[in-house]
């Protein structure tokens, strides 16, 4: 069960992931509400999800800015080999910041393209020199991010 095309994964199964989507802190007795179930089917079909993996977790989604990170910004970082063991280094040592947000090995313009979070100009020059400094890196590219129009968490439910 880890396709939208699985044949395990009915309509009532993709609501339950739309309105989770929107809402991860109703109850469940809300949620059985709006697919249409009675509770208990409904947290079954819960816990199956999760336990396959398509559901990955619950959280807050908190203002950056309201808890003193005012610049988000992403860096593009091209490494000076793409042998495994370099990037694989590299991938433990971004993830280990607690600044980077989110870690992705890239295809086309570099090897991996990090989000970062920083509490002013300062704090994000001190990363990005941490950054090119680090070992096997050859090249970073930083965007600072000026205004989001869009920030939707998950993924489209058809």
Same mark, same amino acid.
């Given at each position: 069960m880890?396709?939208?095309?699985?044949?395990?994964?009915?309509?009532?199964?993709?609501?339950?992931?739309?309105?989770?989507?929107?809402?991860g802190r109703m109850t469940n007795v809300e949620l059985a509400r709006r697919v249409n179930l009675s509770a208990p089917p409904c947290l079954?079909?819960?816990?199956?999800l999760e336990e396959a993996g398509i559901i990955r977790g619950y959280h807050a989604d908190v203002d950056p800015v309201?808890?003193?990170w005012e610049i988000t910004f992403f860096?593009?970082?091209?490494l000076e080999s793409q042998k495994l063991a370099v990037l694989d280094a590299f991938e433990a040592l971004a993830t280990a910041w607690p600044e980077v947000r989110e870690c992705h090995m890239i295809r086309g313009g570099g090897d991996?393209? #990090?989000?970062?979070? !920083?509490?002013?100009?300062?704090?994000?020059?001190?990363? =990005?020199? &941490? #950054?090119?400094?680090? !070992?096997?890196?050859?090249?970073?590219?930083t965007l600072? =991010?000026? &205004?989001?129009?869009?920030?939707a968490a998950g993924v489209p439910i058809g």
């Open positions: 880890n396709r939208e095309d699985d044949p395990d994964l009915d309509s009532v199964d993709r609501h339950i992931l739309a309105e989770l989507q929107l809402d079954r079909r819960v816990r199956r309201s808890l003193g860096a593009l970082v091209g991996f393209l #990090l989000r970062l979070v !920083a509490r002013d100009t300062a704090h994000e020059n001190e990363l =990005t020199t &941490r #950054l090119t400094n680090a !070992a096997a890196v050859q090249r970073v590219q600072q =991010t000026i &205004r989001t129009a869009k920030d």
